[in-house]
Structure formats: C-alpha cells, structure tokens
C-alpha cells in the first residue's frame, strides 16, 4: 500500500501508543552493554587493521617501506597504494590511498594483524617517506589574491548565486540597515562510537558491519566501487553509536576494512581512534557571512543580502552540500533576498553533513542581526519576527505545509519562557548587584528544509503464525528511537500491544530499502511506510479471513486480537487460531512512501529562547536555561521527542561556548584533535531545558501528520544564546563559539571604545 | 615485549589470558581477550569514561590501565553488575527515566554511576554534576541521567535493604 492512500490521522483519531512515552524498546540491551555495536562485532579468525594517516598537510609520497612493519611479529598484511587499483573516493575520485596527501590525516595505508596491539606496533616500524608541498589551512590565505591554486578551489564565477528580486536597489532607500561579517568554527560530530566497520568477504559475496546512518546507501557505494551487485553486498548496522549527519555515507575505513578482507581471506575490523574521527571523519564546514538587511521604520524586513564563504576541507564528501543560504531564504517574508555562496578547499579534513548543516551557522547570523534590528528600533524580538512572519515557500511559490506553525512556536515558547513577564528589557538584562554577574536573555527563530521526508521507503509487516508481528525495513537506528516509534505506529494500526511487534532494520539482508536517516526524515518517510505496510497486512488478513470462511469481505473486520463479521452466522476468531487455520499462507503486506507533497511546500520550524548569566571579569557565560519550541508535527513519543530536544539543545551550548576545531595554520595541524581540549558538554555544562512542545499534526506533510524532530532543537540555540551575551553585556560576539578570550577582548574593546568618546559606564 | 599467562578475576569469575602483550590494556583484554563486550572504546585516551569498569572498587577508565596489571584484583564491568536478566536499580532507572539514546556510553555512565551512589547515597545536583563530568554523552544532553541518579538515590533511602545488584 502506498503511504499516501492512508487515511489521516486527525486530531480526533484515537491512538493509544502513538503520543505516549512508551519506553525505548532496545533501553535494557543498551544499559546492560548486550547491544552489539559495530565496534563489537568479533569474527572466528578476525584481524585488526590500523590506518596510517598522513603527519604533513600536503605532499608526496616517495615511498612507503612495508618490509619494516611486515617483519613485526602479529602483522599480516600491509595494503599501500601499490595494492589497489582503480578505486577513487570522495565526489573528487581521489585516489583511495592517494600518492599526494592533502591534509594532515589523510590515508596513507593499512597495517593488518592478528591483534590491535600487534598493528599498532606494525604502525610505528613502517617507515613513509613524504616530500612536503605548500600548503594552506586556512581559507582567507586560499583566497589571498596571488595565492596558490592547490587543490582546484571554485573559481569566482562558479559562486553558488540565489534568491529573488532586485536587492541593491532596496538597500538604496531603506530606513534602517544592519549589517556585519560573522565567523562560525569547524565542529566535529564526535560520535562516542567513532566510524569503523568489520568486513567479511566470503567468496563472491561480502558482509559489512559498519557504524552508518545508511545502510542502503553504504550497500550502493560499495557495491559500485567493488563491482558487485546488492546481493553480494550485505550491510549491517544493528546499533549505531551515534551519527549526527557524519556516518551519512561510505567512508574509507569500510572499503580499507573490505579489501584487506579481500586478500587475507579473513574477515578484518577498522575503527578510527578518537584522534582519526577528529581529523578524518567529517566536519561542520567552518563559515564566514557577509550580510546586510533593510527594513521599514516598523521593522519590516525589505532586503537581505548575505555573502558566504564555506571551508570544505581538502575533498568533497557527498552528503555534505551545506545549505547555508536556506534560513536567508526562507526564514522571513522578504520581497528582495540574494545569497552567494563559495566554497574553499583548504589542506584540512573533509567537511560532511552535522545536524541541520549550514542552517546553524546562517542562523546564528541571521538571527544575530534581526536581534540587532530590534534594539535599533526598540521592538520587542518576537513582535519584529511576528511582523515578518511568512506563510509559504517564496522560492517555489508554495503555502508552508503548516502556515502558522512558526506563530505557534513564538506564542509557545513566549509563554514557556515567561517571556512577557519582564517586558521592559532593562529589568533583565545588566548587572545584578547581588553576585555581580551580567543577566540577560535571547530569542531567535529557525527553518528546517527537511520535513518532507526522503522517499521512497519500504517496510513490510507480516503476522507470525501466533499472532505477534514482525516488522522488516532496512531503516536504521542510529539512536534517536527510530525502532521504537515505528513499532508505537505498527501497534496502533493494528490495534495491537506493542509487546507483540519486533522490528527487524539497520540489515540490507532483512528489509526492503529505506533511505539514509539524515535531515530529520527518517520518522516522515517510514512512520507512513511502516502505517501502510500494517494496513496492508490487515487487508491481506481480512481477503484471506474471507477466502477461507466463505464470507463476503466485507463484512469481516479486525480489532486487535480477533477477526468479526456483521454476518450473523460468523463467531469471532481469535488471530492466532485464523493464522494456524491459513497456514501455509503467510499473512503480510508491504508499504511505502514513494513521493511528497508538492502542493505545499512541508516545512519544520521553530524558536528558542535562552537565558545567560556573564562573569564580566572572568569572560565565562553560564547558560542558565534554555526552552525551545519545535515544529515537529505531531510527537509520536513525548519522551523521545524530549530526550532529542534535551540533546540538541546541549549540542546548541557547545556550539556556542565551547566546540572549536583549532588548527595551526603555520604547521597545518589540528592542535585537538582528542577530546581533552575538543570540548563537548559535560554534565557540568548544562542547565534547565524545557520543552516548549507544540504537537500540532501536519496532515499536509503526510497522513500521520509527523515531521521528524531531530534536527530543529539545535538549530536556534546558538543565536539565543548569542543575543542572551548581548543582552547581558551590551556586547555584539560575531564569531563563535563564545570563548572567555573571545568575550574578555570584546569587552576590554569596547571599553576602549568608551574610553575614547568618554561614555565612562 | 613478552607475551604471558595471566589470570584476571572479572565478575567473580577467573580468565585465563593468554598471548597478551603485558602493555595491552584492561579494556583490550575485556574485550578481545575476554569477549566482555559491555566495555566500549570510544576515546581510548581516558577522556571519555565510555570504559569504565570498578577495579578493587575504584572506578577507573579500562583504556588506561594495563591488564596484567589488574592481576589478584577484583574486576567488575557492566556485565557483572547485575544477574542476567535482572538489571540493576541504576540500570532499570536508566530505562525508566529515559536516559538512554545511541547507548554507546551507557555502559560507562552506568558504572560511573554505581560507583558515585556507593560513595554518596544522596549526591546533591552538583555532586551528581562535578562526579559524572568524566563521562562524555553526545546524544542525550544528560538531563535524564542526572534525573536517573536522583531517582536511584530516592528508591535506595526510602528502601534500606538497598538496591538490587550492587556494583561492589
């Protein structure tokens, strides 16, 4: 069945799983360590293989001396790129083990042996000799004028250009421009479970357990690379230790992992160490926005102009494609919008997809310079948002699936935040007399693209012979609860408990296709594939309840537990017995979302507001409280809603405070590449979170009025919490994330400034 | 670079360890040697505390310690906390509180966790914050857990015969 044939589930519907907090399905095999992640996997006979990674940002490889490391006891196998041939990576078709590296960290080759001490001690004899070439790290030396061209950067023409009406000309008259350069910083997923797989090729065939957040799309970009077909490459990812956008494609260690299974006819484990996934496995682009806005005297927006520079890093990874021009375009009515985009290649680690990628950087500058526009024209944030307010698509010329969903979430996350109490800003924000510390608080507004799923996806739902249900898709789990809400979906189709539905996924061997979990889509795409595939199996339940009993379809129905009929003469049967009686026939059905909406344009918006505190001596920004108000349609799950919110928001602070990728420009080195001073959010870090949930089903997007959540938490924190620091300090951050250094300079300067036309404060 | 015998005593139970390199470390031997696959890797650099296990009833990151060393020791990690089956007050409020997401550092932040209550039975919210800063979560943004700790702790004082399965 398709999903689009369902009918809607309304407001009204009764559902008794779907919208309560069942408990995560796979919870006691994950607090017990019995879930089995692919770093766990252990073969009979299994090697470990190490990669060896390039010290020098940029520069050939003479040679490459195995001997050394072949001659340590343990090591089996060592694969330079003398071993392979005619496999390209990246959308660049690099060379797999390329003879020229370009960043510090690019591979170089594999050491193969019998234990992971054994290979690192392999590792540390091979001997690579390297003759450096220039090299740039940073993008405003690529884009230097007379720099040089070393790895084939977009030349000026090539600017990715968008938008809609003539923006020059409004910015000539307008009453009001606020404009300013922002810089966002590399940031680094930092999974616990780093990328990694177990390949074990079996003649003809391989079968590869790796940590991705898309099976089907790691089985096709394998496949095509080794020549083989889907049947001879299985890809198993049964738990996922996280992703957050970076395992949204192949990576290298699976196919080095596949060919070293290849030639030793073993099967062979590569995970990167923390040090590789830092350097190595993707990043948040580094950005830096050029961009000026015009509004009316009443804070209508007229124009926005917004020039960007993204750094991609040395190669280009699919998947990546950062929309940083989105939240221009879509965020606001604006008659007048130009984005240009370009990207930078620099001798840096390849940039990749990270939760809501390039809409948190745009956001962040966006939302700092309508916070800008509402102190210049003393309007309260919401109410200047509630005047730009836009209702649809103005690039495709579509009504926004859920027209008032951005409203809502002002209004929401307003009375969550109690943000009309203290509607005289002075009272919030500056200096308490009490402990001496800055007080002040933040609001911004967010778009999300995403919403309208990534079909097609599959599922099938099948009724074992006693009565319980398996359901197959090759989705996969990547943590958010993606078991957990398709199971809630089945079990209300059906009417059944969901104690009776298991869920087979993250198997391409187990389950029809179903897309990569990226851009919050996966529960849009397979909460109406799962739907549908239930209805379909009650159908096939029912043609063969009729067939087998001599009634007229009809008049049979099922309820849960039993099959009945109108028909006077028919006793109701419980499904167990039906099912014995049918055997052999197995009863099934498949389902589907194959397209999505195109009379509207589906959207998942929302807002947050943050509350700081600011030592003005010591620089630190505490962030006292965040809430958040997203538009996700309805919530299948409050709970796992509220974990996703409570873990995007906290990605949020650390994007705003703490998570910077440094690099030593004169070396060409990340200097962190660990997590001792790449700084995630501890628990020491956090602070209140509310939830501001909005559930208000989004029957346009799709029957089961659901949009996925994962991404919209994040996206608005960054900014709230920037224009809270403002708020507080009177200070303008534009580069993040928020370091003391960062805000004490500020500070000390903009005393200076004090200084010199005498304002003493 | 010698290659020995050694017995370790993990979960209450002897494992013989044999071929290992004397510098492998604790978690190495947990996992590769041992087969206990409850202990997780994920920084191997002491950063993370996703391989915690209790050694004496110390809570100590298993990537820093070398495994001959933990010889004559008492070993637990989190497959040992609880019976099969029956999982620790800790555990259970884990699930009940939702404090779970990827789970990859579940494993961890639970003996972590088994460990803070032993110490403290009533952690304050920042003991609970200044304790468990050493575990890294990237998913679930710790609120839950913090709410998983309160919960354990409430249950353990009103219940003076303890909680199932402690870890020591």
């Given at each position: ?50 990669i ?5 940002p940029?520069?050939?490889v ?19 790129a ?7 990576w ?11 590296v ?9 050491v ?56 020059d ?26 990328h ?12 590869l ?8 799309d ?21 738990f ?30 590569v ?22 806005i ?45 984005t ?33 526009l ?75 693209l ?29 943590g ?33 296709p ?52 109108s ?19 197995v ?11 195109e ?44 974990s996703?919110?409570?873990g ?114 | ?8 005593r ?17 978690l ?141």
């Amino acid at each position: 069945m398709r999903a689009s044939d369902l009918d809607d589930w309304t407001t009204g519907t009764a559902l008794d799983l779907v919208g309560s907090s069942v408990d995560r399905v796979d919870a006691v095999d994950k607090v017990t360590g019995r879930a089995r992640y692919t770093a766990d996997v252990q073969l009979p006979g299994q090697l470990t293989g190490v990669i060896v990674r390039s010290p020098i940002p940029h520069g050939r490889v003479v040679s490459i001396d195995t001997a050394s490391a072949l001659g340590v006891e343990g090591v089996v196998d060592v694969l330079t790129a003398d071993d392979i041939d005619e496999i390209s990576w990246y959308e660049d078709d690099a060379p797999l083990l390329p003879g020229i590296v370009r960043y510090v960290g690019d591979e170089v080759a594999l050491v193969v042996a019998e234990t992971r001490s054994d290979a690192e001690r392999g590792v540390g004899a091979l001997s690579v000799e390297y003759e450096p070439m220039e090299f740039l790290t940073h993008p405003d030396d690529v884009e230097r004028p007379g720099a040089p061209e070393l790895l084939g950067n977009e030349s000026a023409d090539e600017v990715e250009e968008d938008g809609r009406g003539d923006v020059d000309e409004a910015f000539d008259d307008a009453h009001i421009v606020v404009e300013g350069t922002f810089r966002t910083p590399v940031a680094i997923h930092n999974s616990l479970e780093p990328h990694g797989a177990v390949a074990d090729w079996v003649g003809d065939s391989i079968t590869l357990y790796t940590s991705t957040q898309g099976v089907n799309d790691v089985r096709e970009q394998m496949g095509e690379r080794l020549g083989l077909n889907h049947n001879q490459v299985r890809v198993v990812s049964e738990f996922v230790g996280g992703g957050f956008g970076a395992k949204q494609v192949a990576w290298k260690p699976t196919m080095l992992a596949a060919l070293a299974s290849k030639r030793t006819g073993r099967p062979v484990w590569v995970m990167n160490d923390r040090s590789g996934e830092n350097v190595a496995a993707g990043k948040r682009n580094g950005t830096e926005h050029t961009v000026r806005i015009a509004a009316d005297p009443d804070g209508r927006l007229l124009a926005i102009d917004a020039d960007v520079r993204a750094d991609r890093g040395a190669y280009a990874v699919k998947g990546e494609a950062s929309a940083v021009s989105g939240p221009y375009l879509h965020l606001y009515q604006c008659a007048r919008v130009r984005t240009r985009v370009r990207r930078v290649r620099t001798n840096t680690g390849p940039a990749v997809a990270f939760r809501a990628p390039g809409y948190v950087e745009s956001t962040f500058v966006l939302e700092s310079l309508m916070d800008e526009l509402a102190g210049e024209l003393d309007i309260d944030p919401i109410e200047l948002r509630r005047r730009n307010h836009s209702s649809r698509n103005q690039q495709e010329d579509l009504e926004w699936s859920q027209p008032e969903g951005l409203l809502r979430s002002y209004e929401r996350v307003a009375e969550v935040a109690r943000w009309d109490e203290t509607d005289d800003r002075d009272e919030t924000d500056g200096e308490d007399e009490h402990d001496g510390l800055l007080h002040g608080r933040g609001f911004a507004a967010h778009d999300w693209l995403a919403a309208s799923a990534m079909p097609p996806g599959h599922a099938g739902v099948e009724f074992n012979f006693d009565g319980s249900v398996h359901v197959s898709t090759s989705a996969q789990d990547i943590g958010t609860g993606t078991r957990t809400v398709l199971a809630q979906v089945v079990a209300d189709e059906l009417g059944v408990d969901i104690s009776s539905v298991r869920l087979s996924l993250g198997d391409t061997s187990t389950g029809p296709p179903a897309p990569t979990s990226a851009g919050s889509t996966t529960v849009p795409t397979m909460a109406p594939a799962v739907r549908a595939a239930a209805a379909a199996a009650v159908d096939d339940l029912l043609d063969a309840a009729a067939e087998h009993h001599g009634v007229e379809r009809s008049s049979l129905s099922f309820d849960g537990t039993h099959v009945k009929s109108s028909a006077a003469a028919f006793e109701d049967q419980p499904l167990g017995d039906l099912l014995s009686d049918l055997s052999p026939r197995v009863v099934h059905g498949w389902g589907g979302r194959e397209t999505i909406a195109e009379d509207v344009s589906p959207r998942a918006q929302g807002s947050a507001v943050a509350e700081v505190s600011v030592d003005p001596l010591t620089g630190e920004v505490r962030v006292t409280s965040i809430t958040v108000a997203p538009d996700c349609g309805r919530i299948l799950n409050r709970r796992l809603a509220d974990s996703q919110v409570i873990g995007g928001v906290t990605q949020g602070i650390g994007f705003a405070l703490t998570e910077e990728q440094v690099v030593d420009h004169r070396l060409g080195v990340v200097v962190n590449p660990d997590l001792n001073e790449y700084l995630l959010p501890t628990v020491s870090d956090t602070c209140t979170i509310r939830h501001a949930a909005l559930d208000i089903p989004d029957l346009r997007a799709n029957p089961l009025g659901t949009k996925g959540i994962g991404e919209l938490p994040l996206i608005a924190v960054p900014a709230a919490i920037a224009n809270a620091v403002r708020d507080a300090t009177g200070i303008r951050l534009h580069e993040l994330p928020i370091t003391r250094r960062r805000l004490l300079e500020a500070i000390a300067s903009s005393e200076a400034l004090d200084h010199e036309s005498g304002d003493h404060r | 670079m010698s290659n020995e015998l050694f017995t370790l005593r993990v979960n209450g139970s002897d494992h013989d360890v044999a071929d290992s390199w004397l510098g492998e470390s604790l978690l190495d031997v947990l996992r590769d040697r041992i087969g206990l696959m409850g202990s997780k890797g994920a920084c191997t650099q002491g950063e993370c505390g996703s391989c915690s296990v209790l050694v004496d009833g110390v809570l100590v990151c298993s990537c820093l310690v070398m495994g001959a060393s933990a010889v004559d020791q008492e070993i637990v990690t989190i497959e040992g906390v609880a019976p099969v089956g029956t999982p620790s007050d800790v555990q259970q409020a884990f699930v009940d509180a939702g404090a779970v997401q990827c789970g990859f550092c579940t494993p961890g932040l639970v003996m972590a966790v088994h460990d803070l209550l032993e110490r403290t039975g009533s952690p304050t919210d920042t003991e609970i914050r200044e304790e468990l800063a050493g575990n890294v979560c990237r998913c679930t943004g710790y609120g839950r857990i913090i709410d998983a700790v309160q919960q354990v702790a409430v249950r353990r004082s009103s219940d003076h015969d303890g909680g199932r399965g402690d870890a020591s």
